[in-house]
């Protein structure tokens, strides 16, 4: 992990973000701080009938999030490296697709209290796919709540991901696109993948393999 000491990587639900973050963890032998959907009571309601529980899935998440923080800030960075599968800014965005006006004013406020800072990472690994292959790998992974998406749902996130990494300049951004990848168990991608990280320089890069 050399001068890594806090890689993140994020992506759109499907992307392979959480699977990825557990193999790089595993690779480096370092500590994955992961996300825990499950614990959200809100979520499965959530994608039953996302106007009604957007508001209380999106605090039960800042909630989370802000522990994790706190947790971080305290000194958990100082104990050693670690790989995490989410951007703290990702609450925000989020927040931007499901809320209405005043619920986002509402959780905007509750925010600057809850998330006032956190700890920006070393590098992001961005996981790009097609929405085709998005929804195909939501499919596959067959949990109850994710397999009825609103129409047009998964287009709104995609959308918003891209647009977000397109501006985002906080911290080294490898973007990675991953429709002719397999980084969950393809050995030969994941060492290119690997190669890619330490051989990355300057604020930005692309790993992009043709079929």
């Excluded at 993140?8 to 699977?19: L, N």
């Excluded at 697709?97 to 809850?114: G, H, M």
């Excluded at 939501?138 to 609103?150: C, G, K, S, T």
Aim: a negative charge; one cysteine or more; aromatic letters at 10%.
């Amino acid at each position: 992990m050399t001068q890594l000491r806090y890689v993140v990587v994020e992506g759109p639900i499907g992307s392979g973000k959480s699977s990825l973050a557990k193999r790089l963890s595993e690779y480096w032998g370092v500590r994955l701080q992961a996300e825990d959907p499950a614990a959200n009571p809100f979520l499965p309601r959530f994608y039953r009938n996302m106007p009604a529980h957007a508001l209380s899935t999106q605090l039960s998440f800042l909630l989370q999030r802000s522990d994790m923080a706190r947790q971080l800030l305290g000194g958990e960075l100082q104990e050693g490296p670690l790989v995490s599968d989410f951007l703290f800014e990702k609450d925000a965005l989020f927040a931007r697709i499901n809320l209405d006006e005043q619920e986002q004013a509402l959780y905007q406020r509750l925010a600057r209290l809850a998330l006032p800072e956190y700890p920006v990472p070393d590098l992001v690994i961005y996981l790009q796919a097609s929405e085709d292959n998005l929804l195909q790998r939501v499919a596959a992974r067959a949990l109850d709540y994710e397999v009825n998406f609103p129409e047009g749902y998964l287009k709104r996130v995609h959308g918003a991901y891209s647009e977000f990494f397109h501006q985002y300049e906080a911290a080294p951004l490898l973007i990675v696109n991953t429709d002719h990848l397999n980084l969950v168990d393809g050995d030969a991608d994941f060492e290119l993948l690997i190669r890619c990280i330490s051989e990355m320089r300057g604020q930005r890069s692309y790993f992009n393999k043709s079929a």
